[in-house]
């Protein structure tokens, strides 16, 4: 997070280059983790594969009009 919607082109870059760096010694991703709107990858990451279908059943139950931000568009 910063102050400046001037920084945002830096912090951007420097959030996608960290990533990339570290990505060897990842075995996935922390669900809040940042711009995973960019990415829904780093969300389905932070779940193992049983847990990830169910929770998109849970959605499918309780969100059917989907009001909530949906990551798994594109990637069930």
Do not use: C
Request: hydrophobic share 30%; charged share 30%; glycine share 6%.
């Amino acid at each position: 997070m910063w102050e400046q919607s001037t920084d945002d082109g830096a912090n951007i870059q420097w959030h996608h280059e960290t990533v990339q760096l570290l990505k060897p010694y990842l075995s996935g991703h922390y669900v809040s983790e940042t711009d995973t709107a960019s990415h829904p990858d780093y969300a389905r990451a932070s779940y193992k594969e049983a847990n990830w279908k169910r929770l998109a059943e849970l959605r499918k139950k309780y969100d059917p009009d989907g009001v909530f931000f949906d990551f798994s568009e594109g990637l069930t």
